[in-house]
């Protein structure tokens, strides 16, 4: 019951009717993802793909929910040596600065994260920073975030604890 209300609150904005006359945008990126804390114990630097859609403008703010993809490989020591996935599903509000040649824009939300399936997973935050460029009505953008949730170790055993990912994504926005 915990984790539909969960869901519900992340899905909550897309209800929200659009204001100050600006459309919702989808934005699609890719790039290098890396692994620091207890994570980096059993996980190597992987990549992200992520796809998500931007509406809600409420001056400056406005809100994002996306749907991530990390993988990584396990590092063979002590650690996994299978390939390591998370999947998360993520709702923040993003503020952006008045829309100029280059925009600094800052991001920070919650977000439900699964590793290896969605048989289990774990509610975690995330916050971050991009810069963006427009070209006709394209949006060209780079983002760090840093993610963070916990890994059950009742499942997990010594693999379980902290996840920090720091994902490095270059996308379009239109």
């Known amino acids: ?65 996306e749907a991530l993809y990390l993988q990584r490989s ?14 998360a599903l993520a709702g923040s509000i993003v503020l952006r600065s008045s829309r100029r040649l280059f925009g600094p824009f800052a991001s920070a939300g919650l977000g439900l994260y699964g590793d290896n399936s969605w048989s289990v997973y774990s509610r975690g935050i995330h916050a971050g920073v991009g810069l963006e460029s427009s070209i006709a009505r394209v949006r060209f953008f780079a983002e760090s975030r840093v993610h963070q949730y916990l890994r059950d170790a009742r499942i997990f055993g010594q693999f379980g604890g902290g996840v920090t990912l720091v994902p490095l994504s270059f996308g379009v926005r239109f």
């Not at 396990?74 to 999947?87: D, V």
């Open 74 to 87: 396990g590092n063979g020591e002590p650690l996994s040596s299978m390939t390591q996935r998370t999947y």
């Open 1 to 65: 019951m915990r984790s539909i209300f969960v869901i519900a609150m992340i899905a909550a904005p897309a209800l929200l009717p659009a204001q100050g006359g600006s459309q919702p945008s989808t934005l699609i990126s890719a790039g290098p993802t890396y692994v620091f804390g207890a994570a980096s114990k059993w996980s190597e630097t992987g990549y992200n793909i992520q796809v998500g859609r931007e509406f809600g403008h409420f001056g400056p703010a406005l809100f994002r929910i």
